[in-house]
């Protein structure tokens, strides 16, 4: 069983700044595209972010700009820092791996991000 760690949710105020943190030592995580789902009350699950093994990155139109990817091979990490939060990232972020080169495809249990006043 492959473990997914998740960090860095929270409680935060509008326009104020988290990091979510993603690390999975059980693969071989350089080659791995990892991404943060988000799935907020009510609503389907949405993609946020992704960053592929050599470092391409993508975001969804509502948080570029304001999200940025930082990756750390060595330590089979990545991070996700989110500035300038608005209250409809409330949600619960999931972190995913996913291999390029078979079904592997890894998901962590969830963090939960709350922005309000």
């Known amino acids: 069983q ?3 760690e998740e960090s860095g949710g929270g409680l ?3 326009g ?9 030592p059980g693969i071989n995580f350089a080659t791995y595209t ?3 789902y988000r799935r907020a009350p009510g609503k389907q699950r949405e993609l946020v972010a992704t960053v592929t093994g050599s470092g391409n990155e993508n975001y969804h139109p509502s948080v570029k700009g304001r999200f940025a990817w930082s990756r750390n091979n ?3 990490m990545v ?9 409809k990232a409330t949600a619960v972020y999931y972190c995913n ?13 969830g963090t939960q991000v709350v922005v309000s006043s």
């Not at 104020?16 to 999975?24: D, E, T, V």
């Not at 592997?104 to 249990?109: N, P, Y």
């Open 2 to 4: 492959v473990q997914v």
């Open 12 to 14: 935060v105020q509008p």
């Open 16 to 24: 104020g700044s988290l990091k979510l943190s993603c690390r999975i």
């Open 34 to 36: 990892m991404a943060w």
């Open 74 to 76: 060595l330590d089979k």
């Open 79 to 87: 991070s996700l820092q989110m500035d300038d939060l608005k209250r």
């Open 97 to 109: 791996a996913k291999s390029p080169w078979s079904d592997d495809d890894h998901w962590g249990q």
